[in-house]
């Protein structure tokens, strides 16, 4: 995937008054580093805080919600848990979207074998072509596939084994009656997603306070192809946005309607740099 495939949803948030920041990680997208791959799961985590302090140093005062797909709705359900636990000092989010995310795959053939691939030496890092499909929108198909050739980025089954790491994280933590998180957060999943887990986002949904799951009638896993999956995230956001301004009794409302209006460029980020997107 890359940013592109967003931007569209990115407008819709503009549109209601908000300032959108888009990036992709590191191997993805615009971005530098091994095309479709990592080292360490948590790449993606460092490259998405730098980001996010990014977009507080740009817009001081205001509310910073996040909404984030798949792969990388694990990563930031990992920067949760570390922020749960005090590993990270830094301010974080005041809201999170996930869409999708990649907390535990969804218990199929497919995903059975693609693991079992993944942690084979050496054959792992070949680059290969998604083995589901992964939208029932035919212009989504077409723009996933002009993008992958384009950029490079189909992921390597490697990228599946590192990133198996991440949820063995979340498998301990979501074992606990209760997740920790304080902030609002919303999760919006397909009901024929056939790549991450509904039961885990259940789960997560179910040990935090006062959090809203959202099931996507006949949703496959990429919701921003789907005008149902669109419709269902931006009705997400718009809640815990709400959550946020009702609990944020110091909210800069001036600053707010300062950083309306616009999408950030897409940050363009090297490997080594920490910076990086799903």
């Keep these: 995937?890359?940013?592109?495939?967003?931007?569209?949803?990115?407008?819709?948030?503009?549109?209601?008054?908000?300032?959108?920041?888009?990036?992709?990680?590191?191997?993805?997208?615009?971005?530098?580093?091994?095309?479709g791959d990592v080292e360490d799961s948590r790449e993606w985590l460092s490259a998405y805080r730098a980001v996010l302090a990014k977009?507080?140093?740009?817009?001081?005062?205001?509310?910073?919600?996040?909404?984030?797909?798949?792969?990388?709705?694990?990563?930031?359900?990992?920067?949760?848990?570390?922020?749960?636990?005090?590993?990270?000092?830094?301010?974080?989010?005041?809201?999170v979207v996930l869409s999708a995310p990649y907390l535990d795959l969804r218990p199929n053939v497919v995903n059975t074998i693609s693991g079992a691939l993944s942690g084979i030496p050496f054959a792992n890092r070949m680059k290969v072509p998604p083995l589901?499909?992964?939208?029932?929108?035919?212009?989504?198909?077409?723009?996933?596939?002009?993008?992958?050739?384009?950029?490079?980025?189909?992921n390597t089954l490697h990228f599946i084994d590192v990133m198996g790491e991440m949820v063995k994280r979340h498998e301990a933590w979501l074992s606990s009656a209760t997740s920790g998180v304080t902030v609002p957060l919303g999760v919006v999943q397909g009901e024929d997603d056939n790549v991450t887990n509904p039961a885990a986002s259940k789960a997560l949904v179910g040990a935090t306070s006062g959090a809203h799951f959202t099931s996507v009638a006949t949703g496959s896993h990429d919701l921003q192809w789907d005008a149902k999956g669109v419709a269902a995230l931006l009705s997400s956001w718009t809640q815990v946005v709400a959550d946020t301004l009702e609990s944020g009794a110091n909210t800069d409302r001036d600053a707010l309607t300062r950083s309306r209006g616009t999408v950030a460029p897409s940050a363009r980020v090297a490997s080594g740099a920490g910076l990086a997107r799903d």
């Excluded at 549109?15 to 580093?33: C, T």
């Design 1 to 35: 995937e890359s940013t592109q495939d967003w931007m569209h949803v990115a407008a819709k948030m503009n549109q209601a008054g908000s300032r959108v920041y888009v990036f992709d990680p590191p191997g993805q997208g615009l971005s530098s580093g091994r095309r």
């Design 55 to 95: 977009a507080r140093a740009e817009n001081p005062g205001a509310r910073l919600v996040v909404l984030v797909h798949s792969t990388g709705g694990g990563v930031v359900a990992d920067d949760l848990h570390d922020r749960v636990n005090g590993h990270v000092h830094t301010v974080g989010p005041d809201g």
């Design 132 to 154: 589901v499909k992964l939208s029932d929108d035919d212009l989504g198909v077409t723009r996933l596939k002009q993008l992958q050739k384009a950029t490079g980025a189909k």
